[in-house]
T-cell receptor, first 114, second 111 residues
Framework: GAVVSQHPSWVICKSGTSVKIECRSL??????MFWYRQFPKQSLMLMAT?????????EQGVEKDKFLINHASLTLSTLTVTSAHPEDSSFYIC??????????FGPGTRLTVL | SQQGEEDPQALSIQEGENATMNCSYK?????LQWYRQNSGRGLVHLIL?????REKHSGRLRVTLDTSKKSSSLLITASRAADTASYFC???????????FGEGTQLTVNP
């Protein structure tokens, strides 16, 4: 149990376009999901906390207008990278809270912006 | 939130040997979780130990927690080449559910 999926697993886009990444909890409901970003050979950086039915909470330094988060249901959160630029190229990982104190992570989405 | 600091940063051992990784944190916790990340993949949840527990086992994994020293250790016994990965600890503070991560320990198990 406690499986989290992400879609797509990788995406290549042109600079200036927007990209949407989906995060789903497959066999449990998650009122809270989290979005992380990871650059090569670095650790995961928490970007934002996504709460079902309310606005996301962004970490300091993360532009909320650039990284739009929507948590419309108990099993789905989406991250949209708007007007993507090459510096946004990264590995984006989501996680979902399971039974309040355990986080399960998705497999990640590799974004490459040309 | 608080992040754990893993030590050592890198560890290289031979297959069959045991691997020990340590984690330190700064403030009170509800629990501490260990994760594994293979290169280019998401994090895999390994084990959770609660603040009132001192030791926990899961297969070849053994986790200890010393809340007085604010430290935890992860022992992998009889390591295999497939254990090669980065390992992260994630302390969950008493005030929230956000997990943040340190640099991790890069474990290399040589066949």
């Amino acid at each position: 149990g406690a499986v989290v999926s992400q879609h797509p697993s990788w995406v290549i886009c042109k600079s200036g376009t927007s990209v949407k990444i989906e995060c789903r909890s497959l066999d449990f409901q998650a009122t809270t999901m989290f979005w992380y970003r990871q650059f090569p050979k670095q650790s995961l950086m928490l970007m934002a906390t996504s709460n079902e039915g309310s606005k996301a909470t962004y970490e300091q330094g993360v532009e909320k207008d650039k990284f739009l988060i929507n948590h419309a249901s108990l099993t789905l959160s989406t991250l949209t990278v708007t007007s993507a630029h090459p510096e946004d190229s990264s590995f984006y990982i989501c996680s979902a809270n399971y039974q309040a104190d355990t986080q399960y992570f998705g497999p990640g989405t590799r974004l490459t912006v040309l | 939130s608080q992040q754990g600091e893993e030590d050592p940063q890198a560890l290289s051992i031979q297959e069959g040997e045991n691997a020990t990784m340590n984690c330190s944190y700064k403030t009170s916790i509800n629990n501490l979780q260990w994760y594994r990340q293979n290169s280019g993949r998401g994090l895999v949840h390994l084990i959770l130990i609660r603040s009132n527990e001192r030791e926990k086992h899961s297969g070849r994994l053994r986790v200890t927690l010393d809340t007085s020293k604010k430290s935890s250790s992860l022992l992998i016994t009889a390591s295999r080449a497939a254990d090669t990965a980065s390992y992260f600890c994630a302390p969950l503070g008493t005030s929230g559910s956000r997990l943040t991560f340190g640099e991790g320990t890069q474990l290399t198990v040589n066949p």
